[in-house]
Structures are given as structure tokens and as C-alpha cells.
């Protein structure tokens, strides 16, 4: 909607004090005093971009609270449109009773030259209901010097549980659409994997079959020059075939462990465990809960737990230099609690916040998307300890969560 050209009005008042000399090119008359229209100066189209552009509520006032000017922001604040309220007066009709006289003394003092900033008063809208303002007011001159009006802009105050509401929606908004992610992320891994494996683990499997059987063909052959060397070669392609097997599995099972889908999450950490013993020689002791054995959690809980205990089991690996880990898992009131203590060489608190500390961070979102909270505690010399807790159920729709904890110390 465009507005009048009346919202552009400038105003000519005698008895203010260095008034310059202006022309008039039209004169209204508007309550007790006059109104001048200088159409093409550039005060009235720097005046109409402000009008339709700002997201606050603007007023050009005369001296005596008239209502010269009135912007879109002004009629949605108010429920007033601005053909409604032009030549109104302004404290009478939407100030309280209370406001009115120190609203006219800070009138005066801005058009003797003063500026005011953060004057908080109430507006009271066309329903009744009051809006708490936050007003900035100055003079607005005309290009010959001349009082066009006084400028009121008006920022709505928004209570601060309002804002620590919206605060809380838009978080829990994030936390559904990162929760989201997270599975549909979940969902691919896992179908990669089987894709992996049905796929190229057969074809490989094929070929190994295939080698195998030329090399007992060649083994039977009578043994002519260069045979022995293609029998050598055809062993050391089958042993290729072995290692490409292994990667393939070892893959598979990072994108999405076969057990944790068909066993469930503490046959996959027992594995987990025993692959980590294997690799370096270190005790891994497992302590797990008996309830947790028959109790059936939800996929996204045990594959972030399941990943949590990877990484935590692969950073003891390259950086702890432990000969012990244990692995505790427990359940009370409602939650799930991994813990993994190792024996260490320890880690600094600097460390441990490096901004590009990617794994730790890692666990710390894998927790947080599921409502728990993560905590991770080192001494030098004596060990680590991490602990991720999160709900046993899923975690509760948009806005109904629980509150997200994490701690780095």
C-alpha cells in the first residue's frame, strides 16, 4: 500500500525560534496551524524510502503532538491506518493518561533542538492492548532550515521471556532438523554398506575363486619356461584380492556394523572390544548392565553410543599409549551411560578445547541431538575418563526435549 502524500507534509510554525525563509508552493490547514508541501525536495523522497523500508514504527509529529506523517510499521503496531490518524493528535489518542505530560515537556525540549534516545513509553493500540516502545526523537529541518516536524521512531521491546521462548523454539528447532539429518545420514551409511558388501564383496569373492582355480591349473600344467613366474604372479593377485577383501569389510563395518543392526548394541561393543585388543595388545575390560542385554534401545541411540565408544577406543589407540580400558555401560532413571576409562599418558585441558579437536566435538553433537550430555575429565600421567549419558527412550518431539548439557573441562 502506498501512502498519501500527506505522510510527506512539511510544516511551518511561527513561533518557532530560527525559522529560516522558505517558499510555498501549497498550504492545508491542519488543527491550529499550517501545513506547506514542497513536492520534489530531497528531504520528502529520503522521507518516503524511510517510511516504506524501516521495520520500525515512524511518526512526523508537529510541535503539538499532530500526526504529519505515519508509516506502514506505524498502522501495523497500532491497528490504525494512516488515513485514519493524519492530523490526529498523537498523546491523545495513543499514549496513556499517565504519559501524556511528559511526553509534551520531551516535545518541547525536541523541538528547541534537543535529541532524545531510548524514551520508553507504551502504545496503546486500536484494540486497547499496549505495546512498550523504545522512542528515538529529533528535529527534521527542510533544506532551507525551515521546522518540517519532529521525527518519532518507535522499537518495539520484546520481554525477555519472549525472547528466551523464541531462543528455546529455534533451538529445538535445529534439534530436530540436525536429528533428522543425522538419520536420513544414518540410513545411506547403511545402505552403502550393504551395497558394499553385497556388490563388490561377491565380485571379489568371484575373483578369488577364479584365481584359485587358475593357479590349480597352472600348478597341473607341465612346467614350461616363465611358468613359474606366472604361478607366482597369479598367487600375489589372489593376495591382493585378500587384502582389497579385508579393507572392504573393515569399511563396511565403519559406515554401519553389520551386529549393531542384527544383534543389537552390546554384542557390538564386546566385538568392538576384542578388535581393539587384537590391534594393540592393551586389556580391554567390558562391564556391562544385564538389563541392557534384552532391553531394546532406539537405532539412533545405539549407533551414537556405538560410535562414541569407536572413537573414544581409536583415540586411546594413537594417543594414549594405554595397557588397560575399560568399557561400562549402564543404565538408571530413564538414561544410558557409556563410560571408557583408559590409563593413559593423559591429556591437557588445551587440548582437549583446540577448535580442530573434531572427534571430541564430534561425540559432543552426537550426544547433544539425542537430549543427553558428555563430559570428558584427564589427568596427565594417570588417564582419561569420557562419559556420555543420553535418554533410554527417543528423544521427545519439536519443543519438548530435554536439556542439552555438554562439557569440555
Not at 519532529?150 to 520484546?158: D, F
Given at each position: 500500500m502506498r501512502h498519501p502524500r500527506a505522510h510527506l507534509a512539511t510544516g511551518s510554525f511561527p513561533d518557532v525560534p530560527g525559522r529560516g525563509s522558505r517558499r510555498s508552493n501549497k498550504t492545508e490547514t491542519i488543527g491550529p496551524w499550517k501545513l506547506t508541501v514542497h513536492p520534489g525536495e530531497p528531504i520528502e523522497d529520503?522521507?518516503?524510502t524511510l517510511l516504506e523500508a524501516s521495520s520500525s514504527a515512524i511518526l512526523l509529529l508537529s510541535p503539538d503532538s499532530i500526526i504529519l506523517g505515519w508509516n506502514r510499521s506505524a498502522e501495523t503496531v497500532s491497528g490504525w491506518a494512516a488515513g485514519k490518524v493524519l492530523g490526529r493528535n498523537f498523546v491523545e489518542l495513543f499514549l496513556p493518561k499517565e504519559a501524556h505530560a511528559s511526553f509534551q515537556i520531551t516535545l518541547a525540549q525536541v523541538t528547541a533542538g534537543k535529541e532524545v534516545r531510548g524514551l520508553e513509553i507504551p502504545l496503546q493500540a486500536r484494540t486497547g492492548l499496549q505495546t512498550m516502545l523504545c522512542w528515538n526523537l529529533s528535529r527534521v529541518l527542510g533544506t532551507h532550515g525551515d521546522l518540517i516536524g519532529l521525527m518519532a521512531i518507535g522499537t518495539a521491546l520484546v520481554p525477555d521471556t519472549q525472547i528466551e521462548k523464541e531462543l528455546r523454539l529455534a533451538h529445538a528447532r535445529i534439534l530436530s532438523e540436525a536429528?533428522?539429518?543425522?538419520?536420513?545420514?544414518?540410513?545411506?551409511?547403511?545402505?552403502?554398506?550393504?551395497?558394499?558388501?553385497?556388490?563388490?564383496?561377491?565380485v571379489l569373492t568371484s575373483l578369488k575363486f577364479d584365481l584359485a582355480w587358475l593357479s590349480k591349473k597352472l600348478s597341473l600344467l607341465p612346467a614350461p619356461i616363465g611358468s613359474r613366474d606366472l604361478l607366482n604372479k597369479v598367487q600375489a593377485m589372489s593376495g591382493s584380492v585378500d587384502a582389497l577383501s579385508e579393507s572392504l569389510r573393515a569399511t563396511v563395518a565403519a559406515l554401519r556394523p553389520a551386529m549393531l543392526d542384527d544383534l543389537g548394541l552390546v554384542p557390538a561393543l564386546e566385538s568392538l572390544a576384542?578388535?581393539?585388543?587384537?590391534?594393540t595388545g592393551a586389556r580391554c575390560l567390558l562391564e556391562m548392565a544385564p538389563e541392557l542385554s534384552s532391553m531394546e534401545l532406539p537405532s539412533e541411540t545405539s549407533a551414537a553410543l556405538f560410535r562414541i565408544a569407536q572413537e573414544l577406543l581409536t583415540n586411546v589407540m594413537r594417543h594414549a599409549a594405554a595397557s588397560l580400558v575399560r568399557i561400562r555401560l549402564h543404565q538408571a532413571d530413564g538414561r544410558v551411560t557409556l563410560e571408557v576409562t583408559d590409563n593413559?599418558?593423559?591429556?591437557?585441558?588445551?587440548?582437549?578445547?583446540?577448535?580442530?579437536?573434531?572427534?571430541?566435538?564430534?561425540?559432543?553433537?552426537?550426544?547433544?541431538l539425542l537430549g543427553g550430555h558428555f563430559y570428558i575429565g584427564s589427568t596427565l600421567g594417570v588417564g582419561t575418563t569420557a562419559r556420555a549419558s543420553v535418554p533410554a527412550r527417543r528423544p521427545e518431539p519439536l519443543g519438548g526435549g530435554p536439556v542439552v548439557e555438554s562439557s569440555i573441562p
Amino acid at each position: 500500500m502506498r501512502h498519501p502524500r500527506a505522510h510527506l507534509a512539511t510544516g511551518s510554525f511561527p513561533d518557532v525560534p530560527g525559522r529560516g525563509s522558505r517558499r510555498s508552493n501549497k498550504t492545508e490547514t491542519i488543527g491550529p496551524w499550517k501545513l506547506t508541501v514542497h513536492p520534489g525536495e530531497p528531504i520528502e523522497d529520503c522521507y518516503r524510502t524511510l517510511l516504506e523500508a524501516s521495520s520500525s514504527a515512524i511518526l512526523l509529529l508537529s510541535p503539538d503532538s499532530i500526526i504529519l506523517g505515519w508509516n506502514r510499521s506505524a498502522e501495523t503496531v497500532s491497528g490504525w491506518a494512516a488515513g485514519k490518524v493524519l492530523g490526529r493528535n498523537f498523546v491523545e489518542l495513543f499514549l496513556p493518561k499517565e504519559a501524556h505530560a511528559s511526553f509534551q515537556i520531551t516535545l518541547a525540549q525536541v523541538t528547541a533542538g534537543k535529541e532524545v534516545r531510548g524514551l520508553e513509553i507504551p502504545l496503546q493500540a486500536r484494540t486497547g492492548l499496549q505495546t512498550m516502545l523504545c522512542w528515538n526523537l529529533s528535529r527534521v529541518l527542510g533544506t532551507h532550515g525551515d521546522l518540517i516536524g519532529l521525527m518519532a521512531i518507535g522499537t518495539a521491546l520484546v520481554p525477555d521471556t519472549q525472547i528466551e521462548k523464541e531462543l528455546r523454539l529455534a533451538h529445538a528447532r535445529i534439534l530436530s532438523e540436525a536429528r533428522r539429518a543425522e538419520k536420513v545420514a544414518g540410513e545411506e551409511r547403511r545402505r552403502i554398506a550393504r551395497e558394499l558388501h553385497d556388490e563388490f564383496g561377491q565380485v571379489l569373492t568371484s575373483l578369488k575363486f577364479d584365481l584359485a582355480w587358475l593357479s590349480k591349473k597352472l600348478s597341473l600344467l607341465p612346467a614350461p619356461i616363465g611358468s613359474r613366474d606366472l604361478l607366482n604372479k597369479v598367487q600375489a593377485m589372489s593376495g591382493s584380492v585378500d587384502a582389497l577383501s579385508e579393507s572392504l569389510r573393515a569399511t563396511v563395518a565403519a559406515l554401519r556394523p553389520a551386529m549393531l543392526d542384527d544383534l543389537g548394541l552390546v554384542p557390538a561393543l564386546e566385538s568392538l572390544a576384542t578388535t581393539f585388543q587384537l590391534r594393540t595388545g592393551a586389556r580391554c575390560l567390558l562391564e556391562m548392565a544385564p538389563e541392557l542385554s534384552s532391553m531394546e534401545l532406539p537405532s539412533e541411540t545405539s549407533a551414537a553410543l556405538f560410535r562414541i565408544a569407536q572413537e573414544l577406543l581409536t583415540n586411546v589407540m594413537r594417543h594414549a599409549a594405554a595397557s588397560l580400558v575399560r568399557i561400562r555401560l549402564h543404565q538408571a532413571d530413564g538414561r544410558v551411560t557409556l563410560e571408557v576409562t583408559d590409563n593413559g599418558k593423559g591429556m591437557t585441558c588445551k587440548r582437549m578445547n583446540k577448535p580442530n579437536s573434531f572427534g571430541l566435538r564430534g561425540m559432543q553433537e552426537r550426544v547433544s541431538l539425542l537430549g543427553g550430555h558428555f563430559y570428558i575429565g584427564s589427568t596427565l600421567g594417570v588417564g582419561t575418563t569420557a562419559r556420555a549419558s543420553v535418554p533410554a527412550r527417543r528423544p521427545e518431539p519439536l519443543g519438548g526435549g530435554p536439556v542439552v548439557e555438554s562439557s569440555i573441562p
